[in-house]
């Protein structure tokens, strides 16, 4: 087992590149499969989840050979329809192959991925717009099985913007030769960096970004070499990182527009915050103002992914910073591990209180989940004295390598094995 050995109290300083986008790369990867040929992906992060995504892939059929950030995925015999439970269950958004695999090979069969972490996750958005298509659903002993018969154009009518879903829905809408638009969609960055990747294999795809996307499918898609887009939340963490120690951190790489939210808040609780086009420097106080309310809703308002580490900057603001998690109804486990470093934080349902204190102190710390963990870090490297965090497997998910990224940011750091 390894843990994180943090000596906190120093602010962070420094410029970090951002890593690809694991909640882009996943889609992106999946969306391979509808290609005959080779896709190219630049830019991939090196996370536990990717290697579980090609590992699908390869039981599929493809050809995948990954060098340094850059995977070639070669999907021009796809073998297979199925995905087995053990995969399915190292990660629940392995269920965005479901619209892939039906519009490449008409048939898919995988089973239900249950809930998580952060509260129940069902699918049956996911589901509704593959009906809504003419695709017949079956769900037998936890077990989907989708047959894609003859998709018909159609619109799909979201009642709330599930990002996964609408990546499915897209997905699958390629296997339909008319046109299918799909109304109430998501608008995070990586639904169009999912349009982009798709238009460059020569997808007829637009709208992404805004609540209407129409693609008509049906036609072959050609090879591609594209890059996936940085990761918002990894930026958000470091930029979180700089504010929880009163420092100066610049991330690179990203685009500002993806974080504006989080920037918002920033700039509104005292830092000074410059942009470039592909770069965010983030200065901040020694202790933030404190927020008023934060509350998380669908892109492009503040993402309920930041809302852990961003909590974790506001553990010594001056006043009371109130959260409010719209979207996942358990995403607070965090909380009680703060609470041992000295943080007062109220919790009522959804809603947060953070009243800041002067100073935090180390102590041992266990992660809950992938962004509470990262949140665990940060606080850590705030409280003054030693803290040690374990449960990385969680962190792990989501960054490469944390107490690198970290430590090149004059983070106080270690991973050490314990077993
Ligand atoms: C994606 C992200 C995740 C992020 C979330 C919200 C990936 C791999 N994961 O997850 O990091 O936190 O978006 O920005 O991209 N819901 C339903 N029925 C459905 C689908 C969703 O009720 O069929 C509900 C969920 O329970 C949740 C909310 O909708 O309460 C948001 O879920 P969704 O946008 O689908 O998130 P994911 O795609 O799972």
Redesign the pocket.
Known sequence: MSILQISGGQPLQGSIPVQGAK?SV?PLLAATLVCQGQTVLKNCPALHDVEVTLQILRHLGCRVERSGSTIAVDASQVLRSDIPDDLMHEMR?SVIFMGAILARTGQAELSYPGGCELG???????LKALRTMGAEVLERDGRIHCRAGSLSGCEIRFP?P????TENAMLAALGCGEEIAIYGA?R?P?IVDLQNLLRSMGAQVSGAGTDKIVITGGKPLHEAVYTVISDRIAAATWLAGAAATGGSVEVTGICPGHIRAVLDVYAASGCRIKTGETAVLLTAPERLRAAGLIRTAPSPAF???AQAPVTASFLRALGQTQFEET??ENRYRHVPELRKLGARIELDDRLAYVQGVEALHGAELCSTDLRGGAALVLAALSAEGESTVSGLHHIDRGYERIEAALASLGGAIKRLDIS
């Open positions: 909640n996943l958004s129940p996750r069902p699918i049956d958005l996911h709330f599930s990002v996964g879903a998501a995070e990586e993402p309920t992914d979207i996942f």
